[in-house]
């Protein structure tokens, strides 16, 4: 067997143990419970709560004589498709990307949270991926995306209202304004409430928005609700895609035009960095900041494609290190999250059921041969 075919044997081997360690895995946090619980009583259910694809999923899998574990199954392997799907479409540094994914604590281990938001990220990162190749059918996923989280909505409004926008490269003082003041803007003046503001009478036209009029309604009263270090991890995304963007111009000052090229880098990059814009805007509401996670995926491929192509090896290995360093230090803070409707660190239960039914008969045979 080549280098080559090894490689790429053990990249999906682990793809599959990772699939095997996500995708069986018994109920951890609040957000499954009342998977759990939707699941068995899914015909007593509106679409104001769930989406179509949950109750899709629900109802052909009760039919066909599954329960609730099978759905979340299914939540997990359709995210990690979609994900490998898009990153083959826009990166040839596969590994290293998938990698970046399992690191951010908002993807990977938010497959063990909100499964439908992320399934909802994966798909809308696949369909851009589509989109940008001229490919249709990035409609149909389009649409997919928000059938299976309405999240989604609010992205492609941002994205169908920005694209003009996204394949031109600014200054680097230009990004570093907008994102300077749109931190200490929300952080100092409370911007965020009156944006929020504009958005209730959107809200309120459309009824399966009308849950995430709770969350600015707590905004504009005064709530705050963060997740820890909130404050470290704004800075930290700040710093990097000014870095990136800084890294990507100067690799790029001998070509003549940049400001005007149509290259994917640049349009990638511009959608994380209107990711790391609006979650400044949201750095008082942890739900709402969530939107975020539709743009911030793009760094997963936008941090090989700029740092891989770098010319100078020595530059180049220290850069992806240092990435690497960081961003594991990240995944180990992440698996130390306490939730405080659980009232417990809720990554370090991990169960697995297919662990826990093969040991159960290990046991029971055990017994077996000692009686």
């Known amino acids: 067997m080549s280098h080559f075919s090894k490689t790429k044997f ?14 069986f895995k018994d109920i951890m946090s609040p957000d499954f419970e009342r998977y759990a619980i939707t699941f068995e009583n899914i015909e007593n259910i509106g679409f104001e709560t769930f989406e179509p694809l949950f109750f899709v999923f629900s109802k052909i899998l009760k039919i066909l004589g599954f ?69 249709k059918t990035w409609l149909l996923f389009a649409i997919l995306s928000a059938m299976t989280h309405y999240s989604a909505i609010f992205f492609w409004l941002i994205f169908g209202f920005i694209y003009k926008f996204l394949p031109k490269i600014y200054s680097l003082k230009t990004y570093a304004v907008l994102l300077i003041l749109s931190f200490v803007f929300t952080g100092i003046f409370k911007f965020d409430i009156q944006i929020f503001k504009t958005l209730i009478p959107f809200l309120n ?20 609700e963060q997740v820890e270090f909130q404050f470290f991890k704004n800075i930290f995304y700040i710093v990097n895609v000014l870095f990136l963007i800084y890294i990507f111009k100067l690799s790029n000052r001998k070509t003549n035009d940049i400001k005007d090229m149509m290259s994917r880098k640049i349009i990638l990059l511009n959608l994380l960095f209107i990711g790391v814009l609006i979650l400044n805007i949201a750095f008082y509401d942890a739900p709402i900041s969530r939107i975020a996670y539709y743009f911030l ?21 220290l850069i992806l290190c240092f990435y690497f360093f960081i961003y594991v230090l990240m995944f180990i803070k992440g698996l130390f999250y306490y939730s405080e409707e659980a009232q417990d660190y809720i990554f370090l239960n991990y169960k697995n059921i297919l662990f826990k039914e093969v040991w159960r008969n290990y046991e029971t045979l055990y017994r077996w041969l000692i009686l």
Request: a positive charge; glycine letters at 4%; zero cysteines.
């Open 10 to 23: 053990f990249f999906y081997l682990s793809i599959f143990l990772i699939l095997i360690f996500v995708g």
């Open 67 to 135: 329960n609730y574990y099978a759905l979340f199954f299914l939540y997990s392997f359709l995210t990690i498709l979609f994900i490998l799907l898009g990153i083959k479409k826009m990166t040839k540094y596969q590994a290293f990307s998938f990698l970046l994914f399992l690191l951010v604590p908002g993807f990977f281990l938010n497959m063990f949270v909100d499964m439908r938001q992320i399934l909802a990220v994966a798909i809308a990162f696949y369909s851009v991926a589509l989109f940008l190749d001229k490919k």
């Open 205 to 224: 036209i459309i009824p399966f928005f009308q849950k995430y009029i709770y969350y600015v309604n707590y905004r504009l009263e005064g709530g705050i």
């Open 297 to 317: 995926i793009f760094q997963i491929v936008i941090i090989p494609n700029i740092i891989f192509d770098l010319k100078m090896k020595e530059v180049k290995v």
